[in-house]
C-alpha cells in the first residue's frame, strides 16, 4: 500500500493526525500526474501545494503535511505582501478564507486587529483563527490585510454589513453564518468589498 493511502500526517497548528484514526472516506485515486515522486517535495511552491490541497479534498482524503504546510506558508506569506510586515504598530482589517474538505464548512473571516507597540496582536488574531479552523479540519487557504491604520473598526462594520446585505439579498451569493462568519462568497469578492470600503467615510488613515 502506498504511503499516500495510509498513514498520512494532517498537519493543523501544533497537532499531527494519521488518516488511519480519521472516517474512512471513498480511497479514489489521485490523478496519475500528480503521483510521482516531485509532488513529495517537502518544499514544494505554493502553487502546486494549492493544486494537490484541491486533489485530496476532491477525493475525500487528508493532504500530506507538507502540502498543508506549503499552502499555509503561502498564506502568511500573501498577508505581508498586502500588508508590509505584520509586526508593524496600527489597526488592521483582514480577510481570512478557510477551506475544508466539506465545502460547506468552507468559509470566509472577516476580521480586525490591532498592534500597540510590541504585543504581535495581529499575528496572534491570525493564528488563533487557524487553530478555530481545526474544527472544520479546514486550512488557511488565502488571505489579506490591510496596511496599518489609525483605525479599522468603522471599516471593519462596513465591510461586514455590505456582505450580510449580499447574503441577505440572494442566498445562492453567500451566506452569514455569524457576525464575521460568511460561506459562499468568494475570497477575493470579499477583499474588494473591503477595499471598496477603506475610504468612504473618512474613518481609517494610514497611521503616521
Same mark, same amino acid.
Request: proline content about 5%; some cysteine; hydrophobic content about 40%.
Given at each position: 500500500?502506498?504511503?499516500?493511502?495510509?498513514?498520512?500526517? *494532517?498537519? &493543523?497548528?501544533?497537532?499531527?493526525?494519521?488518516?488511519?484514526?480519521?472516517?474512512?472516506?471513498?480511497?479514489?485515486?489521485?490523478?496519475?500526474?500528480?503521483?510521482?515522486?516531485? /509532488?513529495?517535495?517537502? %518544499?514544494?511552491?505554493?502553487?502546486?501545494?494549492?493544486?494537490?490541497? =484541491?486533489? %485530496?479534498?476532491?477525493?475525500?482524503? =487528508?493532504?500530506?503535511? %507538507?502540502?498543508?504546510?506549503?499552502?499555509?506558508r503561502q498564506s502568511w506569506k500573501d498577508l505581508e505582501d498586502a500588508g508590509g510586515s505584520l509586526d508593524a504598530a496600527g489597526d488592521r482589517l483582514y480577510v481570512l478564507h478557510f477551506l475544508?474538505?466539506?465545502?460547506?464548512?468552507?468559509? #470566509?473571516?472577516?476580521?480586525?486587529?490591532?498592534?500597540?507597540?510590541?504585543?504581535?496582536?495581529?499575528?496572534?488574531?491570525?493564528?488563533? /483563527?487557524?487553530?478555530?479552523?481545526? #474544527?472544520? *479540519?479546514?486550512?488557511? &487557504?488565502?488571505? !489579506? #490585510?490591510?496596511?496599518?491604520?489609525?483605525?479599522?473598526?468603522? !471599516? +471593519? +462594520?462596513?465591510?461586514?454589513?455590505?456582505? /450580510?446585505?449580499?447574503?441577505?439579498?440572494?442566498?445562492?451569493?453567500?451566506?452569514?453564518?455569524?457576525?464575521? %462568519?460568511?460561506?459562499? #462568497?468568494? &475570497?477575493?469578492?470579499?477583499?474588494?468589498?473591503?477595499?471598496?470600503?477603506?475610504?468612504?467615510?473618512?474613518?481609517? /488613515?494610514?497611521?503616521?
Open positions: 500500500m502506498r504511503e499516500e493511502d495510509f498513514h498520512i500526517e *494532517q498537519y &493543523f497548528g501544533d497537532d499531527v493526525e494519521f488518516i488511519t484514526d480519521a472516517p474512512l472516506w471513498a480511497r479514489q485515486a489521485l490523478p496519475e500526474k500528480r503521483r510521482n515522486m516531485k /509532488h513529495k517535495d517537502r %518544499y514544494m511552491d505554493p502553487l502546486t501545494a494549492k493544486v494537490r490541497l =484541491l486533489d %485530496y479534498f476532491a477525493v475525500g482524503r =487528508l493532504p500530506p503535511a %507538507y502540502v498543508v504546510a506549503a499552502v499555509r475544508s474538505m466539506c465545502s460547506k464548512l468552507s468559509y #470566509i473571516k472577516v476580521g480586525q486587529a490591532e498592534n500597540k507597540g510590541t504585543t504581535r496582536q495581529v499575528r496572534k488574531r491570525v493564528s488563533a /483563527h487557524e487553530g478555530e479552523a481545526k #474544527i472544520a *479540519q479546514a486550512v488557511l &487557504f488565502d488571505a !489579506w #490585510i490591510s496596511r496599518p491604520c489609525t483605525s479599522a473598526v468603522r !471599516w +471593519e +462594520e462596513r465591510v461586514k454589513a455590505h456582505l /450580510h446585505a449580499v447574503a441577505a439579498a440572494d442566498m445562492d451569493l453567500g451566506d452569514q453564518v455569524k457576525a464575521e %462568519y460568511f460561506r459562499g #462568497i468568494r &475570497f477575493h469578492d470579499a477583499v474588494r468589498v473591503a477595499q471598496w470600503h477603506e475610504h468612504p467615510g473618512g474613518t481609517a /488613515h494610514p497611521s503616521p
